[in-house]
């Protein structure tokens, strides 16, 4: 779409597309998680949340409409490095931690969106957008209580994995 950025219109327009490639990607992710989590509360927190995603992508798309713009998507390679990373560390995890391993991924991502939510809101505010910044904020909460969910069911998951050792048992002469 750009080769070079020679506005601030310019850049705003490309990490909107960014961030519309970044959701697709993350409802992938999402997918992907649901099918690797072991618990069932899991499931629908991530199927959940794909229905949230996809809210999400009609949001962005609506901004581009606001905007008087085409809609467009552009690189996100990070998400798609999150997703890789994901993908990796579930293929080497054994079958008793992987639900420990999709909230750390689902969580990171969430952590990346969020970021990205921030400085487009910054920026739709400051062109005078605040249509576009209305519905970039909906999907910023949207995220922020995804991590909300995501970290508690996080701290259950831990909470469950501590062991402790009874009074007559001494871990280190075992």
Known sequence: MFEHFKTAEEIFSFKLGSAL??????????????SAA???ELKVLFREHANETRQQITNLEQ???LLGEEINTSPSPTT???AKEGKSTIGKTDDSLVDAVVLAGALET???E????????TNAEARGAADVAQLLSQNLEQEKAAIEKIKTAAQQIAGEGI???????NPRTR
């Not at 062991?163 to 048992?169: F, G, K, L, M, R």
């Open 21 to 34: 490639t970044m959701e697709h990607d993350s409802l992938d992710m999402l997918g992907e998680l649901e």
């Open 38 to 40: 072991t618990r069932q």
């Open 63 to 65: 901004c581009f409409q």
């Open 80 to 82: 798609k490095g999150l």
């Open 110 to 112: 969430e952590h990346y």
């Open 114 to 121: 969020t970021a990205v939510y921030e400085i487009l809101i």
């Open 163 to 169: 062991a402790t050792p009874s009074d007559n048992e």
